[in-house]
């Protein structure tokens, strides 16, 4: 019995060991560092990835040492560590060493020739600095294929703490039935220069993210900002003028001259314009949720400035699952207040559709995309112990705190306060021309949003599904605004030439004329997808099109919510201003 406690005590320590250098990053001489196997998959499907073992690696003859996933984010981005098995000690230099030997069956010279063939290359980490390595190569001119089966490890270390990590694979030998592979390693310590602090720089590509395509771009959008922002404002406040000095003849007629006039305009709908939309419930579950990602989104860019996130593994996508579980209340108290202010009823089943629409729609498409990465084996298949987390979120944590916002918004902003009344009667739309249509305007209204966006959206895409790492979070915080501004310039305009039609569906229309943005993202993403990647295969299609199509969705909510925003704020004001009989 003691010598069982005293050897979990020891496994024990020797875990906590290592994972305290992993979080502090400082080590002592000959102090044991860590070699990480991550995973391994074909280089041009990026999120195809699968555990590096799947492959016949032998694996070191060093204990294994038990690794848990930190964070619900890396275990949402299939981060699977797996112990190397191989000995590396802190500034102590190991010559080349064979530390196992492998002869190749049928299958494993199959499983390997399949890896080559597509590619595979796979990832590792030493004290969370990530290193690449392709599996093998072929040539095509004698149809032979290659393995590499030395790995040359070039650590730099300034003082105590390791700043660089450089991989070569060497010895290549040819796969065939039987063959032999000696898999060796080697690791040689050498003194550096950089800063801990500035380790990661060599990751990035500021060739790539700061050309000039990139700066023009954010240039030409923020002068069309400008200039729909003087446009908008000269045409309006024109227009407005006129409308106002034509209403204020209207009254001064007597009530003969009027009945004979010609009345038209927006203020015929005065009466009808507060009108609760159809669909109140899914309405203002949609603007409470976009309210949300509004403040999420900016927080979540902002936290990346200031943070460096792009650091730390699946740190994005746990501060960003964080903030947004911590935010629910702000989606009741928009969403419960508007519609409480739109005479609903059914507020409960309100503030639960304004908790779960979202949630709903991410977990239905992961978990329809985890049944293909199951039947691949894949790493980014989702463990059940993170559904069951995901799922506590939504019931213990968000569902909570929205029901809270919504209780909240429904007693401090919950009664109406319109500048008009609104008639008992719904007012009968008249037949306007064609291109004042809603199946005219809504699709139109997301053409100029877009092209102030695009190509943002070419540099996202690529850090996402290529091998790149985004770190310029204040230029995507820029275009965000601009974004904004836009969005709401476009919709005030739609809205006003809607409303002088004497059509009053507003509310529904400036959201979804905004929201049309995300209908251009995804067709945008379908020609990246068919131009500018190489990728193949039903997981990786699914992936890709399932992840773009909630990406979408996500900002379509987010920019009709700003346009409804934006139009609710305009609409007040003219019926406000305008002396109503």
């Known amino acids: ?4 406690i005293s050897t979990l005590l020891v496994i024990s320590h020797s875990i906590l060991f290592v994972s305290g250098d992993e979080h502090t990053h400082t080590y002592t001489d000959k102090e044991e560092v860590v070699l990480w196997m991550n995973t391994v998959g074909p280089y041009h499907n990026r999120q195809e990835t699968y555990a590096y073992f799947s492959l016949p690696f032998c694996i070191g003859s060093k204990s294994e040492i038990s690794h848990y996933h930190e964070t619900l984010g890396e275990a949402l981005q299939g981060v699977e560590l797996e112990f190397s098995g191989l000995e590396i000690y802190f500034k102590g230099n190991t010559p080349k060493t064979v530390y196992c030997e492998a002869t190749l069956n049928e299958e494993q010279l199959k499983t390997f020739l399949y890896a080559v063939k597509n590619h595979y ?33 070039d650590i730099g270390y300034n003082k105590n703490q390791i700043v660089d990590v450089n991989l070569t694979s060497e010895a290549k030998v040819l796969l065939k039935l039987g063959a032999k592979l000696p898999f060796t390693y080697e690791v040689n310590w050498k003194p550096s220069n950089i800063k801990f602090e500035d380790r990661f720089d060599k990751y990035l590509d500021p060739s790539f993210f700061q050309h000039r395509i990139h700066w023009f771009s954010i240039f030409n959008s923020f002068m069309m900002v400008i200039f729909l922002v003087g446009l908008v404002s000269m045409i309006l406040m024109r227009t407005l ?5 034509r209403y204020s003849k209207d009254e001064e007629m007597d009530d003969m001259e009027r009945d004979l006039g010609d009345e ?6 005065h009466g009808d314009v507060f009108r609760t939309p159809s669909h109140p419930l899914l309405f203002s579950a949609l603007i409470g949720t976009g309210y949300q990602l509004i403040l999420v989104t900016f927080v979540v860019i902002s936290l990346a400035i200031i943070g460096e996130l792009y650091t730390e593994r699946g740190s994005l996508v746990s501060i960003g699952i964080f903030i947004y579980a911590a935010t629910a209340p702000v989606n009741g108290y928009f969403g419960g207040s508007l519609y409480a202010r739109m005479g609903g009823k059914v507020w409960i089943r309100q503030m639960m559709m304004s908790a779960f629409l979202l949630p709903a729609l991410v977990c ?3 978990f329809f995309i985890n049944f293909i990465a199951i039947y691949y084996h894949a790493s980014r298949a989702i463990p059940f112990s993170i559904m069951v987390a995901v799922v506590s979120i939504c019931t213990f944590i968000i569902l909570p705190l929205t029901l809270v916002g919504t209780v909240l918004g429904r007693n401090l902003a919950g009664q109406p ?29 997301g053409i100029l949003p877009f092209g102030s966006i695009f190509i943002e959206m070419y540099f996202i895409f690529t850090s996402f599904w290529a091998y790149k790492i985004y770190y310029v979070y204040g230029f995507m915080l820029l275009v965000f605004m601009i974004l904004v501004v836009v969005v709401i310039c476009v919709t005030i305009v739609c809205a006003y030439f809607l409303l002088n039609a004497e059509d009053y569906r507003w509310q529904w229309s400036s959201f979804l004329a905004a929201a049309s943005t995300a209908m251009y993202v995804y067709v945008y993403a379908t020609y990246y997808f068919i131009f500018k990647t190489k990728m193949y295969g039903l997981f990786q299609t699914t992936f890709y099109f399932g992840y773009m199509a909630l990406f979408s969705i996500t900002l379509g909510i987010i920019t009709g919510t700003v346009g ?3 139009t609710s704020k305009f609409v007040r004001k003219i019926y406000s201003t305008v002396k109503i009989d």
């Open 1 to 4: 019995m003691i010598n069982v």
């Open 121 to 153: 290359w796979y990832q590792m980490y030493i004290d969370d600095l990530p290193i690449w390595g392709i599996v093998g190569e072929m040539d095509e001119s004698k149809n032979e294929y290659y393995i590499w089966t030395h790995k040359k490890l």
């Open 364 to 366: 239905g498409t992961a």
């Open 417 to 445: 306060n319109y500048p008009c009344r609104i008639n008992a009667v719904p007012r009968p739309i008249p037949e306007k021309k064609w291109f004042m249509e809603l199946f005219v305007i809504i699709p139109l209204g």
């Open 564 to 566: 409804y925003i934006g």
């Open 241 to 245: 003028r006129k409308d106002y000095a």
């Open 264 to 269: 038209y305009g927006w203020k015929q709908v």
